[in-house]
């Protein structure tokens, strides 16, 4: 069922991730919107664009991968839900704080939901704890692609940078979960 994962996998997760996160934003006219509100409506369509992607990437890797989208989907909303209507967890309340803290605390918790909810299908893989971690750290550090792009004004661009920096790091965990051998579940007495 699994095919080989390495190098090509790798660079096959970050083409996809990047197209995924890239595409629809481009395709919806942003400009009437103030940052957040971009930032908001970038993340929905980021995350329909990159669950698709993923999930083609992912076809034929494991045994439950047709669950990979719904599953990614469920996660970024509820994330997206927290970060937006919960404004305490995300750190929005502090007044003080700089833009960049508060979108690598949102985005810390996104990748948290959106890797427990990916780990469910991943499970099976002896490594896959490194997931819960490393889809967490990898969506909070690609924040620094999305101020980074919209600093210069492009939002094409914050979104490449974004998912680069995203699927970089979590392609890398990727490959160490999916090469990582099997749990056996436990015989029935």
Not at 45 to 54: A, D, K, P, Y
Not at 90 to 114: H, K, R
Request: aromatic share 12%.
């Amino acid at each position: 069922m699994s095919k080989k994962v390495g190098w090509s996998f790798w660079w096959l997760w970050l083409i996809a991730n990047i197209v995924g996160s890239a595409l629809l934003p481009i395709i919806v006219w942003q400009e009437p919107y103030d940052g957040r509100s971009r930032i908001f409506l970038n993340e929905i369509l980021q995350s329909i664009g990159i669950s698709l992607m993923q999930a083609v990437v992912l076809r034929d890797r494991f045994a439950k991968e047709a669950w990979w989208m719904p599953l990614t989907l469920i996660g970024w909303v509820l994330g997206l839900a927290v970060v937006f209507f919960i404004p305490t967890l995300s750190m929005q309340s502090l007044p003080n704080l700089p833009l960049i803290s508060i979108l690598l605390i949102d985005f810390a918790i996104i990748g948290a939901i959106v890797g427990i909810c990916q780990w469910q299908l991943l499970k099976s893989f002896r490594a896959a704890g490194l997931w819960l971690f490393a889809s967490a750290i990898a969506l909070s550090l690609s924040t620094f692609g999305l101020i980074l792009g919209y600093m210069v004004n492009s939002a094409i661009l914050a979104n490449v940078l974004q998912g680069a920096i995203y699927s970089a790091i979590s392609g890398l965990a990727l490959i160490k979960v999916l090469r990582s051998p099997k749990i056996l579940p436990k015989p029935r007495k």
